[in-house]
């Protein structure tokens, strides 16, 4: 069996599967919650609010998705249980997870804080390991079936200045990656990270006002300017595929070929 990256045969191999999307209030996990409810899953979209959830919803229902929404802070232990077992009893499985929840604080190192610095580490690497944690147990291991899919970043293979903790994380997310396909290969469930580039989202937006910017940048990425959240769906959908199945603890980088060589600034001919 092959995975195709048709729409129509994606909707055939995950049509009625389960997937859990966390941070899916905005940006890419509002993408990435559209992109599976396209092909025919059913989406637990969480946030730490219900109300920003609404918009996500909308979205999913206006093309015939079906979706419900659970509140879920991932730097709170009990909301993880209680979401994790309020998302298993609204559809009965979960087939996906995209651990995408997560947030950032730019700043030089020298000024990073130690309330910074927790902030960044157990958002996005704690949180997510103790949400696969939850769903492995309460799901995916008792159904011998699950693909997991950790968010991660060109910070995860790759140093920038200002993002010493976002980077620390996000390598963190890499080795995780790793550990947790390894440890639970045995039980049928496939764990990758999908690592992004540079994309515009709410997370970033000021930097995108700034036009010299965004030419430096675009000039730095092979294929000549940023993502767009679409340039990230036939990677997630390759990744949460039954096809996908002897793919596993692997860092995908969806970023336009910045990180394979023209960083630095080139000299002026
Ligand atoms: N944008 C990029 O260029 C880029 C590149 C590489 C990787 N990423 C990663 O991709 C993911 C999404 O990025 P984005 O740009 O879409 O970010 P975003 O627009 O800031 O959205 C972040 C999402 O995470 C949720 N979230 C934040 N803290 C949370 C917490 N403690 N508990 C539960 N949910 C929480 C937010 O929900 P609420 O605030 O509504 O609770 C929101 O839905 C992040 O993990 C980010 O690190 C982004």
């Known amino acids: 069996m092959t995975t195709s990256i048709n729409p129509e045969s994606n909707r055939a191999e995950l049509n009625d599967q389960v997937a859990l999307v966390t941070g899916a209030s905005r940006g890419l996990g509002r993408h990435f919650a559209r992109v599976l409810a396209g092909v025919g899953c059913r989406v637990i979209i969480t946030s730490r609010a219900a109300d920003s959830l609404v918009e996500t919803s909308q979205l999913i229902r206006d093309v015939g998705g079906r979706c419900e929404s659970v509140e879920l802070d991932v730097r709170d232990f009990d909301s993880i249980q209680a979401a994790s077992d309020a998302a298993v009893s609204a559809f009965g499985k979960i087939d996906i997870l995209v651990n995408n929840a997560g947030c950032n604080v730019r700043k030089p ?135 996908s199945r002897y793919y596993t603890g692997q860092t995908m980088l969806v970023d336009g070929g910045i990180t394979v060589g023209r960083t630095r600034a080139l000299p002026k001919k």
């Not at 968010?151 to 994380?169: C, D, H, K, M, R």
């Not at 965004?214 to 679409?230: A, F, M, Q, T």
Request: aromatic share 12%.
């Open 109 to 243: 190192a020298v000024d990073v804080t130690w309330e910074d610095w927790n902030l960044v580490i157990d958002t996005n690497l704690r949180g997510s390991f103790f949400v696969a944690q939850a769903i492995a147990k309460k799901a995916m291991i008792p159904a011998a079936y699950g693909r997991i899919v950790n968010i991660g970043s060109v910070t995860s293979v790759f140093g920038y200045e200002g993002l010493t903790p976002y980077g620390a994380s996000r390598g963190g997310t890499k080795q995780m990656t790793m550990s947790l396909a390894d440890d639970w290969g045995q039980h049928g469930i496939t764990v990758n990270c999908l690592a992004p580039g540079w994309f515009k989202t709410a997370q970033n937006a000021v930097m995108y006002e700034d036009a010299d910017w965004v030419e430096y940048l675009s000039e730095r990425i092979p294929v000549g300017r940023p993502g767009h959240v679409d340039d990230l769906s036939s990677a997630l959908l390759f990744m949460v595929g039954p096809g």
